[in-house]
C-alpha cells in the first residue's frame, strides 16, 4: 500500500483498486465492500490491542460479509477468517475503502 497526495493505492495478486480515498472507520463499511486498514486508535487502549491481535492490521485487506438486523454486530473478514464486532469496537479501525 502507498500513499500519495492523499490517496492510498494497494498492489495485490487480486488486483484491488482504490474507489475512495478518504479515510472513514470500519463501522461504515456496507455489507459486500472491502477496505484497507490504514490504522487502529481512538479507544479504550485494550480493546486497540486485541485489534491488532486479531488481525486488524495497517495494510489488511477487510470485507464486510454480513450485518445483524439492527445494524450492530457486523461480520467481518479479514485474513482469512471471520470475526464479529460491534459499532463502537469497529469504529477504532480507520479504513480506505477499495474497489474488487
Not at 25 to 36: H, K
Not at 56 to 68: H, I, L, Q
Amino acid at each position: 500500500m502507498t500513499a500519495s497526495g492523499g490517496v492510498y493505492e494497494e498492489a495485490s495478486s487480486r488486483g484491488t483498486v482504490v474507489r475512495e480515498a478518504a479515510p472513514t472507520s470500519l463501522a461504515d463499511l456496507v455489507p459486500g465492500a472491502r477496505a484497507v486498514v490504514t490504522r487502529v486508535a481512538g479507544g479504550v487502549p485494550a480493546v486497540v490491542r486485541r485489534l491488532h491481535d486479531l488481525g486488524f492490521t495497517p495494510g489488511a485487506v477487510v470485507e464486510a460479509v454480513r450485518r445483524a438486523p439492527l445494524r450492530d454486530p457486523v461480520l467481518y473478514r479479514v485474513k482469512d477468517y471471520e470475526v464479529c464486532l460491534r459499532r463502537a469496537q469497529a469504529a477504532c479501525v480507520h479504513i480506505v475503502e477499495v474497489e474488487r
